[in-house]
């Protein structure tokens, strides 16, 4: 399973739909209450967060650290947005993405981080 927090209707519909044509699972979780019932209920892979969310974003990636170490954390944002992305990193996310980058490799991440794989490569300026 991978769950995100899409900052818009746009992204999350992008998301769901891509793991949905992938055939991979993948649900919202868009306050620490979901995140927590997610983790409880299904085998979590991994957790895609737009940083353009605000301050559920880095709430949500902290919390998934401390209670789920074992999830693959990415965390994607606009890539004028850099002190958010180096937030991102410095919180403990595994990957950090310029929205550019995951939108035109989403497929490929979706992929990877399904099967349990890193996705290393830390794309922003």
């Not at 998301?15 to 299904?42: F, H, V, Y």
């Not at 004028?80 to 939108?103: D, I, N, W």
Request: charged share 15%; glycine share 6%; proline share 6%.
């Amino acid at each position: 399973m991978i769950l995100y927090l899409a900052s818009d209707l746009l992204w999350a519909s992008k998301i769901k739909g891509t793991a949905d044509a992938l055939g991979l699972p993948c649900r919202p979780a868009r306050n620490p209450e979901m995140l927590r019932a997610r983790l409880a209920d299904s085998p979590v892979r991994a957790l895609l967060i737009d940083l353009d969310a605000g301050a559920p974003a880095l709430e949500l990636l902290t919390l998934a650290r401390a209670e789920a170490p074992n999830v693959r954390i990415l965390a994607f944002g606009p890539h004028v947005m850099t002190e958010a992305l180096a937030a991102a990193q410095h919180a403990g996310a595994h990957a950090v993405m310029a929205r550019g980058a995951f939108s035109a490799n989403l497929p490929e991440i979706l992929m990877s981080l399904s099967s349990g794989n890193a996705v290393a490569t830390q794309l922003h300026d």
